[in-house]
């Protein structure tokens, strides 16, 4: 069992930056494939970023690649997302998740955490 809770949300400027963090509880945390994923009202959950357990196989969706950066600190329990030159599209719940796949499908990670919201004003 993981439990997982994002904090480091907030407003922004456009052009601002914010680091989220994902705090796991879990002694098998270090075992895990995270994810940073994010929900726009009325729309789908969409991947933004994943990591393996080594800190390796970092991948990023399109739209974030070059602003954002995923990191994780196994001895913190702790994954990161760094997000630099935020747009107003960047606004959203942001979630972060546990999986055992390396994938960007939200169906394919167990846990979940809570969301943090992330606004971009312009």
């Known amino acids: 069992q993981v439990q997982l809770v994002e904090s480091g949300g907030g407003l922004v400027q456009a052009g601002g930056s914010l680091r989220l963090s994902c705090a796991a509880s879990?002694?098998?945390?270090?075992?895990?494939?995270m994810g940073w994923f994010r929900q726009a009202p009325g729309k789908e959950r969409e991947f933004v970023a994943h990591i393996m357990w080594s800190g390796g196989g970092t991948y990023y969706a399109d739209s974030v690649k070059g602003r954002f950066t995923i990191s994780r600190d196994n001895t913190k329990n702790t994954v990161y997302l760094q997000m630099n030159s935020l747009k107003p599209e960047d606004t959203a719940a942001y979630y972060c998740?546990?999986?055992?796949?390396?994938?960007?499908?939200?169906?394919?990670?167990?846990?979940w955490g809570q969301g943090t919201q992330v606004t971009v004003s312009s």
């Open positions: 998740a546990a999986g055992r796949s390396l994938t960007i499908l939200p169906r394919e990670y167990y846990y």
């Open positions: 879990g002694r098998t945390f270090s075992s895990y494939v």
